[in-house]
């Protein structure tokens, strides 16, 4: 079972964490399931940029980007090379290290 090893983030894993998932399950499910309550505005359903993340290692292993994803993506805040919707981002059966960013479009909305 692949794990993703998530970086520290203020709000969501001040320590940095680690989880399971088995494969074929999207980042954001994972993150999920294991009490990482990261933002999904739209219910994964690829319509906003909130569950925004940079795959810092494993890139390469997740699904291939749909046109959907790489169009909702160009609205991210902090927009990297390596950035994915966690929710479009399909595990494979390596490891991932993932960054989520410090800000999303709501938190840009909000103030926060």
Known sequence: ???I????HPEYAPQGAQVEAPAGTSICEALLDNGIAIEHAC???CACTTCHVVVREGFASLNEMDEN???MLDRAWGLEPNS???CQAILDHKDV???IPKYSIN???ENH
């Open 1 to 3: 079972m692949p794990v």
């Open 97 to 99: 290290v993932v960054e």
């Open 43 to 45: 219910d994964m359903s």
């Open 69 to 71: 994803e790489e169009d």
């Open 84 to 86: 994915r919707l966690s």
């Open 107 to 109: 938190h840009a909305k």
């Open 5 to 8: 090893k998530i970086l520290p």
